[in-house]
């Protein structure tokens, strides 16, 4: 079996490009194999907001089937093995395919197991974790149940998807405990495995008058390593001293380690860090020059958002296509990525930045304040144009 072009992932980067390549490219219909175990697509980025109460967790689902581009071939498969040399792959059911193209658009993975005690408590008796859909209902059950004690947040000291998704949840909580009356009653804690609570200097700024504000306890270079679920214990390690350190919880908002998926650390495709070794600037692969790769699984030096998935999808699709029409790779992605920072109610702060660390923002006025009109962004106008315009390939 022989695809022109095979996508691995059936993702926000996935899909985009396939649209894209379809809208640019008619002549490639029925040419594009998507390859996606999953029969659900979801748009991750409202789950801050499903655990904050605010919206329900139905509306970011949809069926995989939908949103494949007319003209694609699907594969309800997943890929276990890559072999670039000979442009092929192997999937989970034993088919061997192969390619002239191939776009690795894999996601992330989720560590569950590398906290001790997680997956058996996880979703219950406090324990909750916005970063499955499985879960995400847990967080609100804990956050409106909650009547006092300590509260913490966690980031692990991995890469995560949505870099500022683990503090969100916590100024959503915040916000409720207020309104509920029991913040009084309430530690706030964020325990995070980084080094400051955000890496670009402006929004970093913003967000620690918003933790001084709100006054949230905040502890760094502490990664969690154990749930002890019978006792309400959670056991963090600071990452300088290994001193271990024993906290009690009412509740616990957990962010699991991540990391690439584990098809990808062991293949010829990836990197020293286990991610797809690719050009950051043209996406294309520093190796087998037939590969590109995108998103979250890709060894980019930028925060793993759908919003910088945005930016990269079409310089993938016409750098794909410029090598398809024999030309030369020329569109280049200059590492733009968003964080829409959600710190309560009715008030986020909009990042926005590239591979310098600088902020670069799209609306005439300072996105380092807290607005309103920027959480209606985030809650109404971007789910519209995400499903609507950047999976049909329109944005």
Known sequence: MHFKIIIVGGGSGGISVAARLLREARHLSGQILILDPSGKHYYQPLWTLVGGGAVRREISEREESSVIPEGAVWFQEAVQLFNPEENKVTTSFGKTISYDYLVVAAGIQIDWHKIKGLKEFIGKDGVCSNYSYDYVNSTWESVRNFKGGNAIFTAPNTVVKCGGAPQKIMYLADDFFRKANVRDKAKVMFFSGGAKIFGVEKYAASLNKVIERKEIETRFKHHLIEIRGSEKIAVFEHLDTKQLIEMPYDMIHVVPPMSSPDFIKSSALANTEGWVDVDPYTLQHNR?????????????????????????????????????????????????????????????????????????????????????????????????MYWNGMLKGLM
């Open 288 to 384: 087998f020059s037939n590969v590109f790769g995108i998103g979250d699984c890709a060894g980019l030096p930028t925060s793993k958002t759908g919003a910088a998935i945005r930016k990269q999808a079409p310089v993938v699709a016409k750098n794909l296509l410029s090598i398809i029409r024999s030309g030369a790779v020329a569109n280049k992605y200059n590492g733009y990525t968003s964080c829409p920072l959600v710190t309560g109610y009715g008030r986020l702060i909009l990042a926005e930045f590239d591979y310098s660390n600088e902020p670069s923002e799209t609306f005439p006025f300072d996105q380092g304040k807290e607005r309103w009109s920027m959480y209606l962004l985030k809650k109404e106008l971007l789910p519209i």
